[in-house]
């Protein structure tokens, strides 16, 4: 890669509550039910959900 060229990297996965900021939400819990209804992938990891980037850029663009 040239010396001038930077990397765009977008993380894989982002918390609930960087799931809500990203969004616009006040609230987490609109985020757990996007979840919920499978609007938004999400997995469990530990006692932590960490939601899609793509699948919120996804949700976005609708």
């Not at 001038?4 to 969004?23: D, F, G």
């Not at 932590?48 to 699948?55: K, N």
Request: proline share 5%; charged share 25%; with cysteine.
């Amino acid at each position: 890669m040239p010396k001038n060229q930077t990397m765009n990297l977008e993380p894989l996965s982002v918390s609930i509550m960087e799931a809500t900021r990203l969004l616009g939400f006040k609230d987490p819990k609109s985020v757990r039910n996007l979840i919920r209804s499978g609007d938004l992938h999400a997995c469990k990891a530990g006692r932590i959900y960490l939601v899609s980037y793509e699948s919120l850029k996804e949700f976005v663009g609708r």
